[in-house]
């Protein structure tokens, strides 16, 4: 009797242990976040003890490099969490070489970090940069100072961890491979072993804290993980690296993974209105982006009524002053929407200023037209409809026409869920809504994209390495919406100062002064904006004022260096003025990826 009694006392002990482990709350998001501090920290006294130390030794150029590499790697291991919670400080820890501009304060604040100090080093110490090589590695050491500071202090989230890991892994696609964080060591791929790396770290301590039982795709992510990182391992020669390969194989599959999982332990997706949806398996997959992001508030969103009224109006001259005249005079959709012009003819004859740009994808760019004057399509409508050298009509006067029209009242009507009379604000959200639609990522690059290999041949591929490599066009053209506005966020939009000649032989300078023109700032002068290179072989002739008629032009203009590097002045160029030494048979590869990237026709 005792023996059972003592068997029953054991069981019951045993099975108190069991409900006590089964019952042990999962470690908390927070080991995260002190993981995170700790990375910090380890940066923060390798910058002090090892990077200043050599730089205030008169230590060697290569040893400094390596010291500056190793310094790269273990910031690395926490740019996803620098990058999502502390935005504005990344820009200044690992931005590019260039002045930061706020425009509206009409204030430029010089670059620090990482990449000026790459400047500094690479190929070598001009010994007469010490100095400011020791004041970087302070001004690094106090931004890590406030970065520890900031992490401490905050909290995390499962959902915000797992968002941030997502864009890293997209970030690593857009940015990381295609040199534009690392331009001259070009140590890019390297350093995206270290990325995933830590992406496989980071999701092995949040997977920890979320209840689950998807134990097969842990395993299967981890298991993706090392075959990236040994991909790069062994390919890390930038110019030869398979990006292609590596983002069909690699990148997407993870990217595919870390949103299954997201989806089966129901963590939810993060809302907080950015052009790439949270909630998008990949960068590639289709409705990836929302059109809508960048209207004026929330009345503006596009719907299928808006779409159909907004295509009706583009094409009817009602909205020009002599009736004569309609958007899609200028923009064409057999040329993608442009007109195939050096410049577009003007209302009154002769030519206006710049060249009719693509209306294609123009909706996911943060500030329309060459110049970036206007913030949205619904003021870039009425900025074209009232300009004289275009249609020089008004709103107010195509409202009243429009009203008389029982079509279009019934239009209007069914679009904006209203019986009013037409207004103004309508037919700019029609005509914007329209243009929205135009973003419809089918070209054979997005079929390939997405799984089907058929779709690019072996000269294209070589094209798209070169695009994402060697050439550097995908440090300015970012994947996938091949435009200036930058990933992973994709909520800014970039313009550049190229050194575009007035003339196809490069002899004389264009004296268009772009962005300047809008906001006298030094770095804006001859600046304009980054278009997309979707439907570029449709788009012809190219730049702002139409100077090159074919893509070779064009190909060679950039394989130079720009204006600085065909011998025109352009102090604040910001395309890297070194010819690509591109050999024709690359050029001819270039050209074939960029022929890829038109759309399918309906």
């Known amino acids: 009797m005792k023996k059972n009694a003592a068997l029953f006392t054991l069981l019951i002990l045993s099975l108190f242990t069991s409900l006590q482990f089964c019952n042990k709350p999962a470690p908390s998001v927070d080991v995260i976040r002190e993981e995170v501090v700790k990375e910090i920290e380890t940066l923060q006294l390798f910058i002090k003890d090892s990077l200043q130390y050599a730089a205030d030794t008169d230590t060697d150029s290569k040893t400094l490099q390596t010291q500056f590499e190793k310094a790269r790697s273990s910031y690395k291991q926490v740019e996803w969490a620098i990058e999502y919670f502390m935005p504005t400080t990344a820009r200044f820890v690992n931005g590019p070489a260039l002045d930061e501009l706020e425009i509206e304060e009409n204030t430029a604040f010089e670059p620090e970090g990482f990449q000026v100090i790459e400047e500094l080093i690479y190929p070598a110490l001009d010994t007469s940069n010490r100095h400011e090589l020791i004041r970087q590695y302070k001004i690094l050491q106090s931004t890590c100072e406030?970065?520890?500071?900031?992490?401490?202090?905050?909290?995390?989230?499962?959902?915000?961890?797992?968002?941030?890991?997502r864009l890293q892994v997209h970030r690593i696609t857009t940015l990381g491979i295609t040199g534009f964080d690392n331009p001259i060591a070009l140590?890019?791929?390297?350093?995206?072993?270290?990325?995933?790396?830590?992406?496989?770290?980071?999701?092995?301590?949040?997977?920890?804290?979320?209840?689950?039982?998807?134990?097969?795709?842990?395993?299967t992510l981890h298991k993706q993980l090392q075959e990236a990182i040994r991909f790069c391992k062994q390919q890390h020669h930038f110019e030869t690296f398979d990006r292609a390969v590596f983002i069909t194989k690699h990148l997407n599959p993870i990217s595919l993974t870390l949103y299954n999982f997201q989806v089966a332990t129901k963590i939810p997706f993060i809302n907080d209105g950015r052009p790439f949806r949270s909630d998008a398996p990949t960068l590639f997959a289709a409705n990836s982006f929302d059109v809508n992001t960048f209207i004026p508030s929330p009345e503006y969103k596009s719907n299928a009524d808006k779409i159909k009224l907004g295509e009706r109006l583009f094409y009817d001259p009602v909205l020009s002053i002599n009736n004569k005249r309609s958007c899609g005079s200028c923009h064409s959709p057999e040329k993608a929407f442009t007109d195939g012009l050096v410049t577009s003819v003007s209302l009154n004859g002769g030519f206006i200023k710049r060249n009719a740009a693509s209306l294609n994808y123009a909706s996911l760019q943060h500030g329309q037209f060459w110049d970036m004057r206007r913030p949205d399509l619904e003021s870039q409508t009425a900025d074209v409809i009232a300009n004289k050298d275009e249609m020089h009509g008004s709103l107010n006067d195509a409202s009243v026409k429009l009203q008389q029209q029982v079509s279009y009242k019934e239009l209007f009507s069914k679009a904006f869920q209203s019986t009013d009379s037409i207004k103004a604000w309508q037919i700019q959200n029609a005509l914007a809504s329209y243009i929205r639609s135009l973003a419809v990522f089918n070209s054979r690059f997005d079929d390939y994209m997405n799984g089907d290999s058929s779709q690019l041949n072996k000269e294209e591929i070589s094209g798209m390495n070169l695009f994402l490599g060697?050439?550097?066009?995908?440090?300015?053209?970012?994947?996938?919406?091949?435009?200036?506005?930058v990933p992973p966020s994709f909520s800014k939009t970039e313009s550049e100062v190229l050194g575009t000649p007035a003339n196809a032989s490069g002899t004389i300078e264009d004296t268009d002064k772009g962005r300047y023109d809008q906001h006298q700032m030094p770095q804006l002068f001859r600046a304009f904006k980054t278009p997309t290179v979707r439907n570029i072989s449709l788009t012809a002739p190219y730049m702002h004022n139409g100077v090159?008629?074919?893509?070779?032009?064009?190909?060679?203009?950039?394989?130079?260096g720009g204006g600085a590097g065909i011998?025109?002045?352009?102090?604040?160029?910001?395309?890297p003025t070194d010819p690509l030494n591109l050999t024709k048979q690359e050029k001819i590869q270039l050209v074939a990826f960029m022929q890829s990237l038109t759309d399918m026709t309906k």
């Open 470 to 485: 060697k050439a550097k066009c995908g440090t300015c053209h970012f994947l996938p919406l091949f435009n200036g506005t």
């Open 146 to 165: 406030r970065m520890k500071n900031h992490f401490s202090a905050i909290s995390f989230t499962e959902a915000q961890v797992m968002d941030a890991l």
């Open 548 to 560: 090159y008629k074919t893509l070779e032009e064009l190909v060679e203009f950039y394989n130079k």
């Open 567 to 575: 011998g025109l002045k352009t102090d604040n160029q910001t395309l």
């Open 187 to 219: 140590n890019g791929i390297t350093e995206t072993a270290w990325s995933l790396q830590s992406v496989d770290h980071y999701f092995s301590l949040l997977q920890k804290s979320v209840a689950h039982n998807n134990d097969k795709e842990i395993t």
